[in-house]
């Protein structure tokens, strides 16, 4: 079973940055779709980021020109630098790998989430 697992969360004050990184276990061979979603604190989900093998990218309007994924295949590693932050986009920040593991079976996989707080 691949798992995920986030780091960069914190308290950030408006207008700030962050830099959120997700690893995947190492029994994923190849991901195929790397994304980061979040859930904001009136508990609505939204599809943040994502970004295919190619490295294309589909950005949410709500983040186009502050956020930027990006990946790191050989590290299994998806990031997300999110600059300007506002207080909006307070939320749990949770990523999502979509691939293949060492054994050739289809995984998906979400991580627990990782809490951005930003301050105004």
Request: net charge neutral.
């Amino acid at each position: 079973q691949v798992q995920l697992v986030e780091s960069g969360g914190g308290l950030v004050q408006a207008g700030g940055s962050l830099r959120l990184s997700c690893v995947a276990t190492n029994n994923a061979r190849e991901i195929s779709v790397m994304a980061w979603y979040r859930q904001t604190p009136g508990n609505v989900r939204e599809m943040v980021a994502r970004i295919n093998y190619e490295r294309e990218t589909v950005y949410a309007d709500s983040v186009k020109g502050r956020f930027t994924i990006a990946r790191d295949n050989g590290k299994k590693t998806v990031y997300l630098q999110m600059n300007s932050l506002m207080p909006e986009d307070t939320a749990v920040y949770s990523c999502y790998m979509d691939g293949v593991t060492t054994s050739f079976t289809h995984f998906e996989a979400r991580g627990q989430g990782t809490q951005v707080t930003v301050s105004s």
